[in-house]
């Protein structure tokens, strides 16, 4: 609850929640350390549920994100932070448009152990440039 409400307080972060079609929370989505006046931001998003996952929901909420921050918030630029370990991840936003910007080695310590996070990125111009991704029905 505390991250809820931070979140809700923030000026520089955007957290939608991701819910099923009885309206219970699956997930959430985002953007975050925005930054207005150099037009970037860092995209996110968790499905917590397992059963919602590989059925492209993740896929399609991106591309919502991505219209919304690059259409509505006049954002240039979208990063992304993601485990090298979370080739499900990085496959999707390859596959979305987003390239490899570099990796940031041993960034995070988590269970006795030190973790890459690849960088990865995607500029407004280059939106909409292949297949954009659509709602499964």
């Known amino acids: 609850l505390e991250w809820v409400e931070r979140q809700r ?5 955007i957290v939608w929640a991701i819910v099923d079609v009885q309206d219970k ?10 930054n207005s006046r ?16 590989g059925k492209g929901l993740g896929e ?3 591309g919502s994100v991505l219209d919304y921050a690059f259409q509505q918030m ?3 630029k979208i990063r992304a ?3 090298s370990s979370n080739a499900i991840a990085l496959g999707l936003l ?3 448009g987003f390239e490899s910007e570099g990796v940031l080695r041993e960034a995070k310590y988590r269970n006795g152990q030190y973790l890459d996070f690849h960088m990865l990125r995607l500029f407004r111009r280059d939106w909409g440039q292949g ?3 659509c709602p499964q029905n």
């Open 9 to 13: 307080k923030s000026a520089t972060d």
């Open 25 to 34: 929370c699956i997930g959430h989505c985002g953007l975050s350390e925005i």
């Open 38 to 53: 150099n037009g970037v931001a860092i995209i996110d998003i968790c499905i917590g549920q397992a059963a919602f996952r």
């Open 60 to 62: 399609a909420i991106l």
């Open 74 to 76: 006049n954002i240039r």
């Open 81 to 83: 932070k993601v485990l």
């Open 94 to 96: 390859h596959k979305i």
């Open 131 to 133: 297949e954009k991704p």
